[in-house]
């Protein structure tokens, strides 16, 4: 098993930057894919980045690339995601989960069933 923790959340304005981290304990880092979800008030949440376990791949979903970034420190056992160039649209709570399960596609949301509890993004216009 593995605990999440998100952190950096909070208030910019349109155009502004933001990091998001995720810290993982629990279970070697290194047996997850780490996924990062948006869910916002009233709509349906959105798979947003992910990295693989050995951290040689990525995803971006169309709505966030160019301007989002996911990484991974193993060394610190945490996933960051820097956004940039931050629009009102991109305002949501944003979840860091973890997939345990091998051989799945990485811009599959197959298998996530470890979630952190989420941080507040809200962007102003």
């Known amino acids: 098993q593995v605990q999440l923790v998100e952190s950096g959340g909070g208030l910019v304005q349109a155009g502004g930057s933001l990091r998001l981290s995720c810290a993982a304990s629990?279970?070697?880092?290194?047996?997850?894919?780490m996924g990062w979800f948006r869910q916002a008030p009233g709509k349906e949440r959105e798979f947003v980045a992910a990295?693989?376990?050995?951290?040689?791949?990525?995803y971006l979903a169309d709505s966030v690339k160019g301007r989002f970034t996911i990484s991974s420190d193993n060394a610190k056992n945490t996933v960051l995601l820097q956004m940039t160039s931050l629009k009102p649209e991109d305002t949501a709570v944003y979840y860091c989960?973890?997939?345990?399960?091998?051989?799945?596609?990485?811009?599959?949301?197959?298998?996530?069933?470890?979630w952190g509890q989420g941080t507040q993004v809200t962007v102003s216009s």
């Open positions: 989960a973890a997939r345990g399960l091998i051989g799945i596609v990485l811009w599959s949301t197959v298998g996530y069933v470890y």
């Open positions: 629990g279970r070697s880092f290194k047996s997850y894919d």
């Open positions: 990295i693989s376990r050995d951290s040689t791949s990525t």
